[in-house]
């Protein structure tokens, strides 16, 4: 099946940017379509941007205009740009399938921290 493993959260002032990466280690990356979701305790988890093993992205209502997903086939990556940063954007942040079906057992996440 291939591991997840998410990269380059931390703690960024309001208004501030980062970029998260997942690396995905499972066969076939190319061929299909990935999405980044993000979690805060006690609550479900959120998806919030997706992308088409042809590159078609969609976005959360809420991040539109400040979030950018990609990919780089050859290296078996996804990718979030975050910028315009803002507090409800705090949350553990994990890559997988957008469909259901198709998911493999989740990383470990990486922590975004938006500060006042």
């Known amino acids: 099946q291939g591991q997840l493993v998410e990269s380059g959260g931390g703690l960024v002032q309001a208004g501030g940017s980062l970029r998260l990466s997942c690396a995905d280690s499972?066969?076939?990356?190319?061929?299909?379509?990935m999405a980044w979701f993000r979690q805060v305790p006690g609550k479900q988890r959120v998806l919030v941007a997706s992308?088409?093993?042809?590159?078609?992205?969609n976005y959360l209502d809420s991040v539109k205009g400040r979030f950018t997903i990609s990919r780089d086939n050859a290296k078996n990556t996804v990718y979030l740009q975050m910028t315009g940063l803002k507090l409800e954007d705090t949350a553990t942040y994990y890559c997988?399938?957008?469909?259901?079906?198709?998911?493999?057992?989740w990383g470990q996440g990486t922590q975004v921290t938006v500060s006042s």
């Open positions: 997988n399938a957008p469909q259901a079906q198709l998911r493999r057992p």
């Open positions: 499972g066969i076939g990356f190319g061929r299909r379509s």
């Open positions: 992308i088409t093993s042809d590159g078609s992205a």
